[in-house]
């Protein structure tokens, strides 16, 4: 019978219970065999039912158990399970493919291994017993995870207890979240950041601000060590404070533009205007405002970066004024090469004049009629030379004739004649420093300078006011060299001439030196005064200085060298009487000028000499060749046609190593040559010179 039990017949329960029925069953038997058939039949359908409950079971704990582990092979973190040894008991795909142990046994893994540091090992031991002790229930933290391959990775941790009952071990679970990118982005924010704060703190030439982007205060929220070393003020004092105390109020309108504009475009404006210190003092600044944007592009704070531009500005001004003197240079230049292309011409023509003159004197007595009228020829030819000679000297074309001079007496000396001369209505001051030391300079042209200066603070003042001369002692320093490049630090005398006049308007200022510029009325002023006054100056090696203001006077301020040297001759300036020897030496006579010929030869022949004449060098070499021993000496012009006088020099030197000759020029473009020759140093003689000079010269010459 037991074969038919149903408990034994797994999977035939209807089968087991047909056969008892056939067996056990008939209506005579109703013992406990009945019973206990009854009894064995209802427990078959019971264990039915529940095989089926149990079957099923097992299938849904069969999808779950995959849905699970679906779960857990997917999710894109790292799930681990953990026992109190720290061994590892579950670690899904994403775990080992993160770290590199798809091929290892989780168990042969502990948690440890995943930490690159023992500080962090031991922090996570420390978690884990509290874990462990029921005194935390949940621990967050982040650790640096060393791959399989070396590699690391910035993980974020969560552990939690495993509160299973059916689990007798107990068990942490772990969740960790791989935050290697967004670590690497806050390192690469962080190092930004500082740079950007390193540039923010040393820059000291350059401010940088920040201010709300909103309000109609922009208020100061960072202010650089560079803002405080431009403005003046603290980043203390600064922050919290409207931006609008660093500019000035005239600007707020432009200021306002300008943020308009770079709301509207998201980038940076830049502008130009005047900003302010704390000192209350303006300065020229370059002013950028900058948009800072947040990560959907919206404003949340503006930056100003601005510069002080005050020493570009002054470059540009100085710039501007060595501009300035250069064209004026190159003005002086251009009436210099005029002046020397005509001063041979002229200079020639006015010998002309001026010998005739002295020849037609040499037959008048005094008391003739005409004697006077031939002086004023002669005065008025001298006056034409010394005009020649004037824009010559204005133009560096030809240098002063310099000796150790007391600048006093010559101011004393045109006080004398300006106190004879001009109106009773001028006042003339002199106040002149006792002590003035000496310096080096023509007599004549510093008179000349003085006088012109004198005349100008005349017209300037309507005849009325007070003309002052004023000398001192001066030593210049590099304020004074920074307000005017072209002079050198060092001693000098200072001469200034004031007047009370009308003063310079400032937009003629930087023409009054140049030549023919002149605002007198057309007749009375030639435009050459100052230029004059500022050639003479310039070959003294010194510097003039025009300080005016329209309504308050003008005064000249020029600047001479001291003279170093010990030596000095301060004797008055006196005409010597020359004498008029003559002599019966032969003299040949070369100039281009048929009239100069004939004038010097009717003076030379009046004084006893013979003479020999030749219109140009070639001539001047050929008859000294056939002559150079009767001819005593050679008067040579060194402008001419052909040859010319230096190399008919050279020529006549080849002849006669020992020739005398003087050299007659009105001016001569071949300074340096002529410079270079010690003998014409000594023996040239400028036209138009007096006939009296001449013979004088030839005397010298000879009996030397």
Known sequence: MAKYLPLLAEGGFVKARCAIRKEYIHPQRKDEVDVLTETAIKLSYRLE????????????????????????????????????????????????????????????????????????????????????????????????M?????????????????????????????????????????????????????????????????????????????????????FGYSQKDATGKPVAMLYLQEDAGLIARTCQAMWKKKKGVTLQLDMVRKSGESFPALLTIYPILDLNGNIVMILWVSFDISEIKDIHKEKERLESQLRHSQKMEAVGTLAGGIAHDFNNILQVISGYTQLLLFKKQKDDPDYSKLETIGNSVERASALTKQLLIFSRKVDSELKPVDLNRG??????????????????????????????ADPLQLEQVMMNLAINARDAMDNKGKLKFKTRNVVINHELIKANANINPGE??????????????????????????????????????????????????????????????????IYFPVLKSETKDLSENKRLVKSTAGGNETILLVDDEKTILEIGKNILSRFGYKVLTAENGEKAVDIYSKNKKMINMVILDLNMPGMGGLKSFEKLKEIDP???????????????????????????????????DLLEKVREVLDN
């Open 492 to 557: 000098y005398v200072e001469l200034s001439v004031s007047d009370s006049g009308a003063g310079i308007p400032e937009d003629i200022m930087e023409h009054i030196f140049e030549p023919f510029f002149t605002t007198k009325e057309t007749g009375k002023g030639t435009g050459l005064g100052l230029a004059i006054v500022y050639g003479i100056v310039k070959s003294h090696g010194g510097e003039i200085i025009c300080h005016s203001k329209p309504g308050k006077g003008t005064a000249f301020c």
């Open 146 to 230: 060393t791959c399989k391959d070396g590699s690391t990775k910035y993980i974020a941790w969560t552990h939690c207890p495993l509160s299973e009952k059916s689990i007798n071990e107990p068990l942490i679970l772990s969740v960790g979240l791989d935050i290697t990118k967004r670590k690497t982005a806050e390192e690469e924010l962080r190092k930004s950041n500082e740079h950007l704060q390193a540039v923010f703190r040393a820059a000291d030439s350059v401010s940088f601000i920040t201010t709300d982007s909103v309000g109609k205060d922009l208020r100061i929220i960072e202010f650089s060590p560079g803002a405080g070393q431009i």
């Open 411 to 440: 101011a004393r000396e045109i006080y004398d004649i300006l106190k004879r001369t001009f109106p009773k209505m001028l006042e003339i001051e002199l106040d002149l420093d006792e002590n003035l030391k000496v310096i080096n």
């Open 49 to 144: 039912g529940l095989s089926e409950t149990i079957s099923k079971n097992i299938d849904d704990l069969s999808r779950e158990r995959d849905f699970v582990k679906s779960l857990l092979d997917t999710a894109p973190v790292i799930i681990l399970i953990q026992n109190r040894s720290g061994e590892i008991t579950l670690l899904n795909h994403y775990g080992r493919s993160l770290a590199m142990y798809e091929k290892n046994n989780p168990e042969q893994l502990r948690f440890t291994d995943f930490l690159s540091a023992d500080k962090q090992s031991n922090d996570f031991h420390k978690d884990m017993m509290q874990i462990f002790a029921g005194k935390l229930h949940q621990v967050s933290s982040e650790s640096i």
């Open 658 to 692: 020992e020739v005398k000759v003087i050299i007659a020029t009105g001016y001569s473009d071949s300074k340096n040559e002529i410079e270079s020759n010690k003998y014409f140093n000594k023996n040239i003689i400028k036209k138009p010179f007096p006939l009296s």
